[in-house]
């Protein structure tokens, strides 16, 4: 599963206004119950009586045994911010700071972006590449027509002189943002605050790069690949103690 993470995290540097995920883990513990630890016969290793059993099989009900296991908890947005690269064209827009683009997603729902690669379509909207449109402060798309756009740091979009609409940013929390491809999240709507006038802001003719780090990316899969060879040698090395061990003790008298 780590894997798979780092795979995508290293597949999406490029993408703009990318978040890479961290996969977070807990510990998960074990209390064997008698089924995995049944009580040995009388002849076992020699011991005759219940309290000559040695520990853990003299009260494996007590669960006085444990294993405690490390397991994949959950998968976490980083929400750093990437690089502000400038491009020069006046339909790209970049964040600095918290919040989202509001975007009408292909279902017809609210959706939430990071990348401000924008465009004018057919109709004279701002829309995504995927042409998806651009929300104002009012939830409703953002007509620029023909004329030169400019966007303000406070979100004003004017064209030909003319105030036509104010971009939102939205704040939402990280755990309620769930991803759905073409560089989209969804979240319950209820959970949006506006962070208009917060710290931060638009800047017109920038995008954001991804803030996955390729280096370090790369750097843990081969951690990661190391470590798993591991895990599989010593689960080996286990089994192959467990063989002689049953072999041995079958031969006790």
């Known amino acids: 599963m780590k894997l798979d ?4 995290n290293l597949a999406n540097v490029n993408t703009t206004g990318f978040k890479e995920d961290q ?20 002849n076992f290793m020699g011991l005759r009586g219940p309290y000559d059993i040695p520990f853990p099989f003299s009260n494996p009900a007590s669960n006085a045994y444990r294993m405690t296991y490390p397991v994949a908890f959950e998968t976490e947005m980083t929400m750093t911010q990437g690089p502000l690269r400038q491009t020069g064209n006046p339909l790209d827009v970049a964040i600095e700071g918290d919040g989202f683009f509001a975007v009408q997603g ?21 829309v995504t590449k995927d042409g998806f449109p651009l929300l104002n402060a009012g939830g409703a798309p953002i007509v620029v027509g023909k004329g030169p756009v400019v966007i303000g740091e406070d ?22 943002l769930d991803k759905v491809g073409q560089n989209l999240y ?3 709507q209820e ?12 800047h017109q003719g920038f995008l954001e790069d991804s803030n996955s780090n390729p280096i370090r ?14 895990y599989v040698k ?14 041995q003790v079958g031969r006790l008298e």
């Open 5 to 8: 993470v780092l795979a995508n």
């Open 23 to 42: 996969l977070t883990f807990d510990s998960f513990m074990t209390s064997p119950g008698p089924e995995q630890f049944p009580l040995p016969t009388d």
């Open 106 to 126: 292909p279902d017809g729902e609210r959706r939430y972006t990071r990348d401000g690669a924008f465009e004018i379509d057919s109709l004279g909207q701002l």
């Open 155 to 176: 979100g004003v979009v004017t064209s030909a002189g003319e105030q036509v609409g104010v971009l939102s940013r939205v704040g939402l929390p990280t755990e309620q």
């Open 186 to 188: 969804k979240a319950p």
């Open 191 to 202: 959970y949006e605050t506006n962070l208009d006038g917060a710290r931060g802001g638009f």
């Open 217 to 230: 990316s790369m750097t843990q899969m081969i951690e990661t690949q190391r470590a798993t060879e591991m």
């Open 234 to 247: 010593m689960i080996q090395s286990l089994d192959t103690l467990d063989e002689k061990a049953a072999n």
